[in-house]
């Protein structure tokens, strides 16, 4: 995405509040990793698809408070996350925001993914939450994370999660789900992502982000840390290029890097 159409919908203190975290780096960081994070925050804290502004937030709030809670540290050690009973500590301010049962699956994904069942999921119907609210909930775990992970390694505070605006989310599900490999639904294999579900239009989608795809917004969100912190989605096939690491290199450090975030995939 261009920086151009980044900067339009990105909120000016925000961007600012992200440059001056990066400002304590003892590197130079690049001006299109903070318009990224800028553009991220700018939309957290905007209504989304299923979710207010506020519950949003509130969810990235829960994401940090995961690493921190208590009950998660000592229930990642039971047999069964299931069987083990208490609560959660929760992140100043969220109390009465969220479902008790997404902050929960919100402190799962941070904590303990591997062990989320399809039943955890579907159980959230009993709070009058579908599967989309779980995904993009996941969504904003997985931005928050990448970039919390970011300014640790950059030695620089974690960005301070804006104010919210108000808004109302869109409920727009899309129609070209399967039942497929997933918990959830999600595009087919074969399926192209269209112009107004991603920027890339034409692009096959890759598989670490076809489980986002009930909820575009999420993918697109994603795609844009993705682009800045990783690798642009247009050379995907051809990591190596202008690289100083061979493929199996890379391969290596993504794996370990991987491993130590107990990412399954």
């Not at 919100?106 to 779980?134: E, F, P």
Request: net charge negative.
């Amino acid at each position: 995405m261009s920086s151009k159409a980044l900067s339009n919908e990105t909120d000016r203190d925000v961007l600012d509040s992200v440059v001056g975290d990066f400002a304590g780096c003892p590197v130079p960081v690049r001006s299109d990793l903070a318009d990224a994070h800028g553009f991220v925050l700018s939309r957290l804290r905007r209504a989304g698809t299923w979710w207010t502004g506020a519950e949003r937030l509130a969810i990235a709030a829960e994401s940090r408070a995961a690493n921190i809670c208590p009950y998660c540290a000592e229930r990642k050690k039971a047999l069964s996350p299931y069987t083990f009973k208490g609560e959660h500590t929760l992140a100043p301010g969220t109390a009465g925001v969220l479902p008790y049962p997404i902050i929960d699956l919100v402190h799962m994904a941070v904590t303990d993914v591997t062990r989320i069942t399809k039943k955890a999921i579907d159980d959230l119907a009993d709070a009058g939450l579908s599967d989309a609210h779980y995904v993009e909930a996941l969504g904003v775990v997985v931005v928050m994370r990448s970039m919390d992970q970011t300014c640790r390694g950059l030695g620089v505070p974690l960005h301070t999660l804006p104010s919210v605006v108000d808004g109302t989310p869109t409920r727009i599900r899309p129609e070209n789900m399967v039942e497929a490999e997933a918990y959830v639904p999600m595009v087919p294999a074969d399926a192209f992502m269209t112009e107004d579900q991603d920027f890339t239009p034409g692009r096959g989608v890759p598989n670490v982000a076809r489980a986002l795809t009930l909820v575009p917004n999420a993918v697109y969100e994603w795609f844009v840390l993705s682009n800045a912190q990783y690798i642009p989605s247009a050379q995907f096939g051809h990591v190596t290029e202008g690289r100083s690491l061979s493929r199996p290199q890379i391969e290596l450090l993504a794996g370990r890097v991987s491993a130590l975030n107990d990412c399954f995939y």
